[in-house]
Every structure is written in C-alpha cells, then in structure tokens.
C-alpha cells in the first residue's frame, strides 16, 4: 500500500530533550515536506526537501533539522524542544508531476511541556 | 504577498444536499496549482480534488466539484448529496509558480453533516 508512514503517532516530551518525528514513503517520491498544523492557523511548512540531501527552509523553520539521506526518509528533528512547538505534525511527499498533491501521514501530536 | 483565505470557519448542510466551501486567493503570478485537502476528526489529510491555473475546465472528482473562478480568484469546493462521513475539516491549498515545491493552505472550515 502507498503511505507515507510517521512514528510517534503521539509524543509527550520535556523542554529542551533531544526528539526525533521519523518519516518514510514507499512510493519514490521526490519532494518531502514537514508542516505544523496549528488551530486557526492551518498548516505551515517546516522545511521541504527535493531529493536526496537536498533540503530548504519553509515558512517557520525556527527550532527544526532535517535531513535527507535516503530517498524515502526525512526525520524532523527538534534539538531542544520548548513548549511553542507543542503541535500536530505532518509529513508528506509527493511526485515531481504536475497536478499531484501531497500524500500525508497520519499526524504526530507533541506535547513539550 | 500570496495569500489563501477560508471566510467559514464553520458550515452545516443536511445530509443528501450540495455544499459550497469558500477558498478565494491572492497572487499576481500565472502559474499555479490549487488543492482541497480533508480531514475528518482522526486527524489524516486526504487529497481531494487538483485544479491548475491553466485547466480550461473545472475540476471533477465523484462527488467533489472545484468552482474555478479565475478573474475573481477563487476556488470554491463543492460537495453534492453530502453524507454523513463528510463531516470533516476542509483546507483550500495553492501551489505557487514562486513556490514550486511548498503548498500555501488556508485556515480551514469544519463542514457537519446533519442527519
């Protein structure tokens, strides 16, 4: 089945410990993209990626890695986690083709309290 | 700058009847890509329907309809014979041709279907 598959689903966490959101997609895609979503605010993205070891920053990148070693992995990573960050997540990856839209994961809500 | 704007936070339709969501858009360039997203209480994004700035034709998928209205730039997603398991958030998102890799959404409308 195509998915884009995230773990956690849920995460509560400590200010200022080391976290990671994996992310994997079984179906090639090229561009990979991490957003937050955020009540009233909908959803923003983090940074984006559009192969391998290629990434770039999105609208609120403040407090967020990426990488992009693998094709079909991209993991957020929050080095020092603080309590704005507490959101729900979404990965998501989509064809170079036009006219595809964005397969997202199933969502990581993280709490940093 | 380029903008999406979802004026209904919240609609309620009775079950069987068509709903029209509000997506109107602010951009000077040409070239863009419009999408409805939705997500039901559990949380996942499901891609509804895609509309590019240059389709002749609107958009089309089952029982979702994109109302392009491109000189009043709007996108407006209608829904016929709502059922119950619509019941969902809804997000209007663009594609910008300055912004080819990264999706631009609106702040949503929670759609509830009445029985």
């Known amino acids: 089945e195509a998915q884009v598959t995230q773990n956690p689903r849920y995460l509560i966490t400590v200010t200022g410990k080391k976290l990671t959101v994996t992310c994997s997609q079984n179906?090639?895609?090229?561009?990979m993209s991490w957003y937050r979503q955020d009540p009233g605010l909908g959803l923003r993205q983090i940074y984006y990626?559009?192969?391998?070891?290629?990434?770039d920053k999105g609208d609120v990148p403040e407090g967020y890695k990426v990488s992009r070693k693998e094709k079909r992995n991209f993991p957020l990573i929050l080095e020092s986690p603080s309590p704005n960050q507490t959101s729900l997540y979404f990965c998501?990856?989509?064809?170079?083709?036009?006219?595809?839209?964005?397969?997202f994961g199933s969502g990581t809500r993280l709490t940093v309290v | 700058a380029q903008k999406i704007t979802q004026t209904q936070p919240g609609m309620f339709v009775q079950e069987k009847e068509a709903v029209t969501l509000d997506c109107t858009y602010d951009?000077?360039?040409?070239?863009?890509?419009l999408f409805w997203y939705k997500q039901p209480s559990s949380g996942e994004m499901i891609f509804l329907i895609y509309?590019?700035?240059?389709?002749?034709q609107n958009a089309t998928e089952g029982r979702y309809s994109l109302n392009f209205q491109k000189a009043r730039k709007s996108a407006n997603l209608v829904i016929s014979a709502s059922q119950l398991g619509d019941s969902a958030m809804y997000f209007c998102?663009?594609?910008?041709?300055?912004?080819?890799?990264?999706?631009?959404f609106g702040s949503g409308t929670q759609l509830t279907v009445l029985p």
């Open positions: 179906m090639n895609h090229e561009y």
């Open positions: 998501a990856s989509r064809s170079v083709r036009e006219g595809y839209g964005y397969t």
């Open positions: 951009t000077s360039d040409p070239s863009y890509g």
């Open positions: 509309q590019g700035s240059y389709d002749q």
């Open positions: 998102a663009m594609r910008f041709s300055g912004s080819a890799r990264q999706l631009t």
């Open positions: 990626s559009m192969n391998v070891e290629v990434t």
